[in-house]
């Protein structure tokens, strides 16, 4: 777990956000309404609504999604390949 974050880490929890549409980061629970803050003030200027939230259990972590964010198709299949695969026996 983090006890701090800094620019570098903010720059690539934002790229893996809008990457992925969703990230998450171990944070120590102090630590967590500014890293929240600080993605929505980037995800604002990219003129993005993003959701975050935090859990203190341990570890503690602190997320962040993209709100109106989906699966493309091909994404989607590749994800429904997968599952068929891991449920074969």
Known sequence: MYERFDDADLNED??????RGSVMRR???GEHRSWRQA?????HADELRIRTW?????????WAVLRDWSLTHKE???VLRRLTWQRED
């Open 14 to 19: 934002y790229r893996l956000l809008l990457r």
């Open 27 to 29: 944070l120590a629970a």
């Open 39 to 43: 993605m929505r003030f980037k995800a």
């Open 54 to 62: 935090s859990r203190d259990g341990q570890p503690a972590t602190v």
């Open 76 to 78: 989607r299949e590749q």
